[in-house]
């Protein structure tokens, strides 16, 4: 059972554009949504994260947007850079549940210079 | 050292063998977490720790997949009898605490696990 499902698979973006990845999810308990980078080779590092309380929130170029009526969530790159080239994760994890993470599928995202 | 280490970073074995991929935590976090991540997907939870206890096992895939952690620091995960479809990065995170929402988690660089 996939719990989050996340779109695109893959992104190809000018430098300068913005990405946009979005996710969804089914389990309504969830309470804590991180979006996670990995470069190859690497593990996964938090990027950002929200909580379902609110709508928004921004740290530098990178803009959590959540809809919880919707059940969705998205992810926003402004002003892409070719360093931002990377895999992207959303999660969700339940507090009751130990805060194991829920992955979606991934996003490649590719910044041509 | 300051993060997550895992070793080894490449292990290649032969199907049918065991092996043993170990995961030190970032010192002070109580909540140690082991994902499995095949090519082109997502990490999925396979098992956690609060301490020296398995406080969730349920993503284990089955009885050949056991993990330790015996004296609340590093953790050990353990393949018996390994099957090709086994292959995949095995990633370990820590964070400081589980009962608390939202706790950050460090992952290390993951183990690479082939099984030919």
């Known amino acids: 059972q996939q719990q989050v499902k996340q779109s695109p698979q893959s992104l190809i973006v000018q430098k300068g554009g913005i990405s946009i990845i979005n996710c969804a999810y089914e389990n309504t308990a969830f309470d804590y949504f991180p979006w996670y980078q990995q470069f190859p080779g690497k593990g996964p590092a938090l990027l950002i994260a929200?909580?379902?309380?609110?709508s928004e929130k921004k740290e530098g170029r990178f803009t959590i947007s959540f809809n919880k009526s919707a059940k969705q969530f998205s992810l926003h790159i402004m002003d892409s850079q070719p360093g931002d080239s990377a895999t992207y994760f959303c999660?969700?994890?339940?507090?009751?549940?130990?805060?194991?993470?829920?992955f979606g599928g991934g996003t490649r995202v590719l910044v041509k210079p | 050292g300051a993060g997550v280490s895992q070793t080894p970073s490449n292990k290649v074995t032969e199907k049918g063998k065991y092996v043993e991929l170990r995961c030190d935590p970032i010192?002070?976090?109580?909540?140690l977490y082991w994902y499995r991540q095949s090519l082109g997907q997502g990490p999925e939870f396979l098992i956690y720790?609060?301490?020296?206890?398995?406080?969730?096992d349920s993503g284990l895939p089955n009885d050949r997949f056991f993990a330790v952690r015996p004296e609340g620091s590093v953790s050990t995960l353990k393949i018996q009898r390994t099957e090709r479809g086994d292959s995949a990065v095995y990633l370990c995170?820590?964070?400081?605490?589980?009962?608390?929402?939202?706790?950050?988690?460090?992952f290390g660089q993951g183990t690479r696990l082939t099984v030919v």
């Open positions: 010192s002070g976090h109580t909540a």
């Open positions: 999660a969700a994890t339940l507090k009751a549940a130990g805060n194991k993470l829920t």
């Open positions: 995170a820590s964070s400081l605490m589980s009962t608390g929402g939202g706790t950050e988690a460090f």
């Open positions: 929200i909580r379902p309380d609110v």
């Open positions: 720790f609060q301490g020296t206890g398995a406080a969730d």
